[in-house]
């Protein structure tokens, strides 16, 4: 494949794709609504309760578990709009011009990427505001911002698979219920000790546990160990598979 | 006759299981020329026009557009080639304008604003150009939907339907844009279930029924294979209405006798 022609292919339609989220920015807001409900909900109603055995304010504690929340609804759009694309023609119409085949799949991923990370700034500012604080550097948010692209790209590779395969815009979207559940089952609101033994070794070997944990240690400005590796062979490891099932699926449906 | 014709099909078939889509397919279109693939419901107009813009693969039999195979050279088609879908492939939430600029822009056009602005005033959309396509009614999306499809001046162009859901004003609009195209040279594979589309717009006509090409001819053609009529007091010249529906219930009774 010409590299050329594939960036400057995936440019035009990333273009194009971002465009639809300048026009429609209640995506945005959506998709960081929800998480930030749920964050006053935790912070102001259960926090009190809990006792995460920890010195950092709750709303610090259950921060990074917010951030994969508000990551695991956005990428429902991607599903959503890949959907729209398949049923509406507009990918019969780029798949019968003589552009970079991969670069109409790239186009919706870059574009949940920023999207996404628009989502993020959001919710951490509601988070500052609520008393969120950090002693954490430029190369700590660095570190952050690494993990949570990695964590985005996963997940949206992951969302394209519904978007292409699925039969109505409903089951494209339904997907990501299960993702923002994940959560709920991990280190993410209560530390895992407090749970019955399968729930707990559930939680402990689920890819959110190890991004939480090393999302929190990182702003604590704490020393990361082993769960930083664990977290970023979830990410990577995830991420492959789902680029291959998506890009298969998409072979599938357009060969 | 032109010795290269711009589209080349031969034994073409496709299925999908149990389900014989097309099963073998012949046509051969001039070039410059329009030609209207007529044919009932499901009787593989969409499958074809999908093997020969590279949508599909077929599951046999040869299709060279342009000069180029389409299995085997499907970018060089691709570049040959626009697609008009059966529902117009048209970005709701970006306007007119916008669409334009992006199909130029994907297409490497020099100068994308400037063709987007020239297509907007032939196809009378100048005004509507600055308006999100949501808002377009049915002939206008389809008129921007042909505009899309003509950048890059293609040599060949595929309209799969290009009437089907519109009222008969946008028809209308739609036959002017198709006979503008021709003029141009550019030859057009349009498909269709009506047959006055065929009749008005079309240079020669197949009769596509059963996923086989089972009449193929100028208007002229068709109306002299169909059998003399008995009473001839009927003045009336038969219809290529009446020619289509004889034609493809002799094919069903034949299909039928040879099982």
Redesign the interface.
Known sequence: MNTARFFGDTAVLTGRSLRHIGRSPDTIITTAITPVAMMLLFVYVFGGAIDTGSHESYVSYQLPGILLITIASGVAYTAYRLFQDKNGGMFDRFQSMPIARSAVLWGHVLTSLVANMISLVVVVLVALLMGFRTGAGVLDWLAVTGIIVLFTLALTWLAVIPGLTAGTVEGASAFSYPLIFLPFLSSAFVPTETMPGPVRAFAEHQPVTSIVDSIRAIFAGQELGNELWVALAWCIGLLVVAYVLATGAYRRKFA | MNPTPAIQVAGLTKSYGDVHVLRGVDLSVEKGSIFALLGSNGAGKTTTV?IL?????ADDGSARVNGFDVRTQP?DV??S???T??????????TGR?NLV??A????QPNPGAIADELLERFSLTEAGGR?VATYSGGMRRRIDIA?SLIGSPSVIFLDEPTTGLDPEARIEVWQAVRDLAAGGTTVLLTTQYLEEAEQLADRIGILHEGRVIAEGTLADLKAMFPPAKQEYVEKQPSLEEIFLAITKTSAVTVKESR
């Open positions: 999908k813009t590279t949508l599909l693969t970018h691709r570049s080639i626009s697609l879908g059966q529902f117009a492939a048209v970005d709701e939430i970006l916008e992006l199909v822009r994907l297409l490497r999100r899309m």
